[in-house]
């Protein structure tokens, strides 16, 4: 199952493990939600009471909020082309604070890698690749074989027969289709992390951007979140390649470099904000059945 929505550094491939680590409590917030994997799977696994996913950024709350609370608002069936002005113009609104849901989804969908900085197509194939969008998208038989007919005079003019490739792209927007609403998420929230009423809640995670690693649309204070998870009054659980914390949890996970063009394999933790007995106390006999079969330790 894919959960959340494609982006930078995303916990799809492990959301399952992740949450299955982590206590059931009543109210936990996902703290820093991102590409809302770990919301989307926490409200699924059914090991919460409720769920709130919380992040700084509005445009990607927003975009969450319409796939998974507020549907209706994306046309999931004839996604809208992004030229590279389009994505370049969608940008600068979200930067402005005057942005809508097609904003949202040219910043995540049309950005190489989901990094929401780069267009995701070259130039030199920029044409090409929205063209053939067209072919499936097209509001109309004859708009699609339009689309049809100028795609197979370029393939044939500049001998691209042996270079097209299916568009990958495009499955990423049909799968939001495939998400189902969640009951268990309450809300979602543009908030940061540090501004958050903790004591709402049974329990916290945290995906915040990962030190040495590429930089997201906002600076993050690293020494101000280790004293806040610290001092937080309830269980908190930390996802990180190295913290100086109690590790509950390991996870090996391949990720994309750039366009889908390079795998790297690397090792993903998971931390805690307090000791290794009282993660085993608030497990309980999960922390034979899945831990240790997991050779956690």
Known sequence: MNYGLPYMGSKNAIAEQVVACIPRCGRIVDACCGGGAITHAMAASGRFGAVVGCDINPAVIKLLDA???????????????????????????????????????????????????????????????????????????????????????????????????????????????????????????????????????????????????????????YERFYDLFLSLPIPAFLSEYDAPFTLVAEFDKCSILGNNSKMIKGLEKLYFNGSKEKYKELMGPEYQEKVEQMALF
């Open 67 to 221: 796939v998974y609370i507020h549907k209706g608002q994306i046309d999931y069936d004839k996604p809208p082309l992004c030229s590279r002005n389009d994505f370049l113009n969608s940008i600068e609104r979200i930067k402005n604070n005057s942005f809508d849901i097609v904003d949202c989804l040219n910043k995540y969908c049309a950005s190489f890698g989901n990094s929401g900085k780069n267009y995701i197509y070259g130039k030199e194939i920029e044409e090409y690749k929205l063209t053939a969008e067209l072919m499936l998208t097209g509001r109309t038989l004859n708009d699609r074989r339009r689309a049809y007919s100028k795609f197979v005079k370029m393939v044939v003019q500049d001998e691209w027969q042996n270079r097209v490739q299916r568009i990958e792209e495009l499955q990423r927007i049909e799968e939001l289709e495939r998400l189902e609403r969640l009951e268990r998420l309450e809300r979602l929230e543009r908030l940061s992390l540090f501004d958050v009423d903790y004591s709402k809640f049974d329990c916290a995670y945290f995906d915040i951007p990962y030190k040495n690693t590429a930089k997201y649309d906002f600076e993050f204070d």
